[in-house]
């Protein structure tokens, strides 16, 4: 209750809403990203500056493109993180936010096959028949990618969680793989993010977006040989469970940039079952 300012190292999702929680608690908030935007992987550049703008408003300090060096202090006591880039900021509490990394020190030795998580076939099995996984530390199929890697999001533990559960019973079902999603909130906006959000830049991809400043709507597709591979919807989310689900179907489509912005989708997916 005596602190009165924070560092918060990391501007993912868990240091954005760590942030908002803290600020409205009366703290001095300053979040330090080394990446060049916050929210870098769920979002572009554009739709990043659209909520940094709203946490510079709530008095919310954002520094990017730097990293903490050292955390200082006396008596037990924080005063100050210093910084890659130079220069210190003063404060009397640091939260390390800066991702997940999966537990599995504790199945060395245990057989089981491990590359970053534990390695998962499409019923969620590991290498060991009687041994089933999932969730954050199971290393499963990208569909976009096209190779095993992890999914640290809730909607995919949910989803293996319940396939595992059935093949473990006995009910054989198939795992297609997954492609990393994310819905959230902060503040008054509703997000919504998936696959490929930045593309190469080569003639393989094109962007179709949106971008009303004035209403905070920021809608992206990104399309990969006419088949949706990544989106981004800010603040009218209305149409992106269509597209998530093209994306995983590898549904061919054609949107243009006013069916986008006013969510007529439902003719680009008259053959599609959703």
Known sequence: NSVKSVVIIGGGLIGIKTAIALQKR?????????????????????????????????????ITNTSVISIEGKNKRVEYV????????????V?????????????????????????????????????????????????????????????????????AGYNMCGIKTFYPGTIISNAFRIENLNIISAGIIEPPDNQEYKSIVVYDKKRQIYKKVVIK??????????????GAGSIIK????????????TDLYYSKLSKIFKNFIL
């Open 95 to 163: 939260i390390i936010c800066i991702g997940v990394r999966p537990n599995v020190d504790f199945l060395s030795g245990s057989g089981i096959k491990i590359n970053q998580g534990i390695i998962a076939n499409k019923y969620l099995q590991t290498n060991i028949s009687n041994v089933y996984v999932a969730g954050d530390v199971a290393e499963v199929y990208d569909l976009l990618l096209k190779k095993h890697s992890l999914h640290p999001i809730w909607p995919a533990a949910t989803e293996q969680g319940r396939i």
């Open 246 to 257: 093209a994306i995983k179907q590898a549904q061919p489509i054609d949107i243009s940039e």
């Open 82 to 93: 210093r910084l890659l880039t130079g220069g210190r900021i003063s404060c009397e509490m």
């Open 26 to 62: 009366g703290l001095d908030v300053t979040v330090i990203e080394l990446q060049n935007r916050i929210l870098p992987q769920v979002l572009d550049l554009i739709a990043s500056l659209i909520i940094t703008e709203i946490l510079y408003k709530k008095g919310i300090k954002i």
């Open 225 to 238: 040989k006419d088949k949706p591979v990544g989106m981004i919807f800010v603040n009218d989310i209305s």
